[in-house]
């Protein structure tokens, strides 16, 4: 019965491997057994690897031949295309997994996303943007001289910069507006308002691009009709390939 209960899991000790001893800290941590096995299998994994790229290479056969030895050249290293690929690679993927119905119901998404954030930017602060043209109409060229627009449009000179938010004399007499906004919140608005911008723009973009995915899904499905054609432009990154039908009488 002692002998069983010195046997007793719960009863042994713990051992544990030594650490590094005081006189060879100068040498670093000292390897235990679970980094050893790390580093061997890593070591192992790498010769089997090579030796089944040589076994592969031995017995690859010197006759063999296909159509890309000549059709491909090795630029920086890495096998590119002598005929060049009209398409990118994340339009190859989408293409093989993603039906024409899909893309178009995605693209929809993002548009209608599109119209609710420009509504709510009103795209205010777009470098770039078409600056507004207001023509004023007078009876002769003597009020022409003498126009004054701040009094024609009702409020203070500085604000006639603005074309939004631009209140009147009145209003500013009778209103009370609160200027005590922080800079550190201003810099908080820019911020945001750059962020939504550049999220606009992003949202775009992938509008664009999902419009010639399925452009270029819609192509290749007229493509399998037996009808001849003929092909009018080439298919790019950016846009799908144009052909010319013949045109059939339907009855």
Do not use: W
Request: aromatic letters at 6%; hydrophobic letters at 30%.
């Amino acid at each position: 019965m002692s002998s069983f209960r010195k046997a007793l899991k719960s009863r042994q000790r713990n051992h544990h491997e030594r650490s590094q001893p005081a006189f060879r800290k100068h040498l670093g941590l000292l390897q235990k057994k679970k980094d050893y096995k790390l580093r061997a299998d890593d070591y192992h994994k790498k010769q089997n690897t090579l030796k089944a790229l040589k076994k592969k290479a031995l017995e690859k056969n010197p006759d063999e031949f296909y159509h890309n030895m000549i059709n491909s050249q090795i630029k920086d290293g890495i096998h590119t295309s002598k005929e060049g690929d009209p398409m990118t690679e994340e339009q190859k993927k989408v293409m093989r997994t993603q039906d024409i119905k899909y893309v178009e119901l995605k693209r929809v998404a993002e548009s209608r996303k599109i119209e609710r954030m420009k509504a709510s930017l009103h795209l205010l602060h777009v470098d770039g943007r078409q600056k507004n043209n207001h023509t004023f109409f007078v009876d002769s060229k003597k009020e022409v001289q003498s126009f004054d627009l701040a009094q024609h449009l009702n409020t203070v000179p500085e604000l006639l910069d603005r074309v939004y938010n631009r209140p009147t004399v009145d209003t500013l007499r009778t209103k009370r507006f609160h200027t005590g906004i922080q800079p550190i919140h201003l810099m908080k608005l820019s911020k945001k308002q750059s962020f939504e911008y550049r999220l606009l723009s992003q949202r775009i973009d992938r509008e664009s691009k999902l419009f010639v995915i399925s452009q270029k899904i819609q192509t290749r499905k007229d493509l399998q009709d037996k009808a001849k054609k003929v092909k009018v432009k080439d298919e790019t990154p950016g846009s799908a390939a144009v052909y010319k039908f013949e045109t059939k009488r339907k009855r």
